[in-house]
């Protein structure tokens, strides 16, 4: 059986745009598709481990908009049960993506709008909610106060706390202290610590440097070359899956972080969740869209079985 996952984050509606390339400045240039969907790191994240087979709440500010009509349109098939402060005196948010044509890499604006406004009493308004969840899950896109006192209520009530520290930012070694994870990507790890992550060697010493500033487990997430865990007992490198042909990498890290803490709702191992994390992670880049490409629990569980 698995507990309850809360997730404090953000809902965008992603504009993505695909082209050759992105234009220099005062230049306008044909690109070749677009789409409007569903995006936000913690709303991803809500979907991706609902889609794993968690239970997920998901707290956040939207605005009352079609861009919000949009959020609960996906979460409602995904099973996230939605946590919601409405602000009509602001807007949904909304992301510009852009994709490059012959890699699938991304480049990425955020645009919060209200859910620029969550607070602490956000925060606290959902208390109960958060001390009573088996995960807590956020990251950097709401403003860090909030997250820090979302962090500080879980691990008060006995949540395994995963921070997924994106984008990039300053985190107070305080803040570090109270999660059992931290979940960066390579870009995220040299934000934090100052050491760049070019290579596994590299992904080890970034992990030592955010256990030292408190993190119980550090995961780093290296794309293409899987994911590095590093706690006190154990430094494993775990191998990425390949599922198929890359089609978009956004939303890669999401869709690892979802995974994961679904597995670790259920009690799996830290290490075979991050495996699991990576199998969900390989599924979502052969797929277009963010929280469309969220993968479901037997497709996960399909991949781990082929190795």
């Given at each position: ?5 809360v ?6 509606a992603?504009t993505s745009y695909?082209?050759?390339r992105?234009p220099r400045?005062?230049e306008?240039?044909?690109g ?7 995006g936000?790191?913690g709303?991803?994240q ?6 794993a087979?968690?239970?997920v ?10 861009f919000?009509?949009m ?15 409405e602000?009509p005196d ?8 852009f ?7 991304n ?7 209200a859910a ?6 956000d ?7 958060i ?6 899950v ?10 820090h ?5 879980a ?10 520290p ?23 790890a040299?934000g934090?610590t ?10 080890v ?5 955010l256990?030292a500033m ?9 794309g ?7 706690d006190?007992?154990?430094?494993v490198?775990?191998p990425?899956?390949s599922?198929?042909?890359v089609v978009?990498t956004t939303?890669?890290?999401d869709?690892?972080?979802?995974a994961?803490a ?5 009690g799996?191992?830290p290490?075979e969740?991050?495996r699991f994390?990576?199998a969900?992670a390989g599924?979502?880049?052969t ?17 781990l079985?082929?190795?």
């Open positions: 059986m698995s507990g309850t996952i997730i404090l984050g953000i809902f965008v992603d695909r082209a050759e992105q400045m005062g306008t240039i044909l070749k598709s677009f789409a409007l969907g569903p936000g790191k709303s991803n809500s979907v991706a481990a609902a889609m087979g968690g239970k709440h998901f707290i956040t500010r939207l605005g009352c908009d079609p919000a009509d959020a609960r349109a996906i979460w409602e098939p995904a099973g996230v049960v939605p946590e919601v402060t602000d602001s807007y949904t948010g909304a992301a510009y993506i994709i490059e044509d012959g890699t699938g890499n480049a990425i604006i955020v645009s919060p709008g620029a406004n969550i607070s602490v009493a925060v606290e308004r959902h208390a109960g909610l001390g009573g969840a088996v995960v807590f956020t990251q950097l896109e709401q403003p860090l106060p909030a997250a006192r979302g962090l500080e209520i691990r008060a009530g006995g949540a395994v706390t995963i921070l997924n994106a984008p990039a930012a300053a985190i107070p070694a305080e803040m570090v202290a109270l999660c059992d994870y931290v979940t960066p990507n390579e870009s995220e040299e934090i100052g050491l760049p992550v070019t290579s596994v060697e590299d992904a010493n970034a992990a030592k440097a256990r408190g993190a119980g487990a550090a995961i780093l997430t290296l293409e070359n899987g994911a590095l865990y590093h006190a007992e154990r430094t490198h775990v990425p899956f599922a198929g042909p978009e939303g890669a890290g869709a690892f972080n979802g994961f679904a597995a670790l709702s259920r799996v191992d290490v969740a991050v994390g990576c969900g599924i979502s880049v797929r277009p869209g963010t929280a469309a490409s969220m993968p479901k629990l037997a497709e996960i569980e399909a991949l079985a082929r190795g």
